[in-house]
């Protein structure tokens, strides 16, 4: 069997965060900065699961697999979430510390799930070795996990024949991208206990997707807009984050009310203008799109969730005339800022040498960009990231 090698894009939302929570309409859009999987027969009955990117090295016989696990688990073609009797007993089989964050011991777990369920469908335990590395930023709000998590679906259903290996673009079929990203929400469920669906559908089906009340409705006619995502570093809670907004709109249910209205017309006008700039974008949209930002960050700001780190960053991109917004649940976390095409590089790169000199990290890349992609075995780059 060739190599399998897959990779798939983080997110950023653009507008709606925290709104989402009350109904009203979230947009959120894949990011060009991906996680990337390597997977291959092994020859020595071993199952292994490199992850670099959080220090983690764990391997099991196929042996020790097949006598803990009771296998098949279920029809692959039906996705089903773990039970609490089977997390259980794969906490046990993935061997965790308790000294390790919930975050590695997860991911492990989220593995062997997937395994057990795609891999070992009919019973039989392949010998494998998988590596997994992300060039997009690990727990900083951006879907690092979701990528994984349908990185992982794509190979594992590659693998077992359950979906097709593509040729030309490594694009699958709708139907077979709809069964990975399946798989790839009951993985979030693991990682993050109730997730909204909306990380593991955009790094799936890449674009840009409209959220609203659990439905996920893909936007057909999005453009590449270049930004500049810059992390602050700062940890945050989302459920603190959260439960701070709904403190604020108890309390002033009538003034609030209004402020989520607004950020859900925001997010209406932005999906209308990324339509319209799919066939010929104009400075005028792009100014559309600044103001937008400019507007949304303030009314992140009256839900209590901006942080000084974060009103830095926009101050500085205001000293170059960009434009800047918290993304995600804010208290820190990232910022993305948008980069017009008729911006200087000089600009980019004084800014960027800015943000360098206040300990902020920096990532320019692109929005829309492709979901869960399948690679050719003989791609030098990619041959270097897991050599």
Known sequence: MEDITVSAPGKVILHGEHAVVYGKVAIAASLNLRTYLLLRRSADNNISLDLPNITIKRSWTTDRIKSQVSLPLCDPNKPVGVSEELLTLLKDVAGVHQNESDTKQLAVITFLYLYCALAAHNGTVPAIDLKVVSIQPVS????????????????????????STPSGDGQWSEEERVLINSWAFFGEKILHGNPSGIDNSVSTFG?????????????????????????????????????RCRARYEKHPDIIE????????????????????????????????????????????????????????????????????????GGGGCAF???????????????????????????ETSVGSPGVTAHCGNDDELNRLFS
């Open 207 to 243: 674009g840009a997707i409209k959220f609203k009340s659990g439905k996920i409705t893909p936007l057909r006619r999005v453009p590449k807009l270049h930004i500049l995502l810059v992390n602050t570093g700062i940890p945050r809670s989302t459920k603190v984050l959260v439960a």
């Open 258 to 329: 209004p402020v989520l209205n607004s950020i859900e017309a925001i997010s209406h006008r932005c999906e209308e203008v990324l339509a319209k700039m799919a066939d010929s974008p104009s400075n005028d949209q792009y100014e559309i799109l600044e103001d937008l930002i400019d507007i949304n960050q303030c009314h992140l700001g009256a839900l209590q969730v901006n942080h000084p780190a974060l009103e830095e960053i926009v101050r500085t991109a205001a000293k170059y005339n960009l434009h800047a917004k918290l993304t995600g649940a």
């Open 140 to 163: 900083a709000g951006l879907g690092s996990s979701a990528s994984y998590s349908v990185c992982l679906a794509a190979s594992l259903l590659q693998l077992s024949g359950i979906i």
């Open 337 to 363: 800022i948008l980069i017009k095409p008729d911006i200087p590089l000089k600009t980019v790169t004084d800014i960027k040498s800015e943000f360098a000199t206040m300990k902020f990290q920096c990532w």
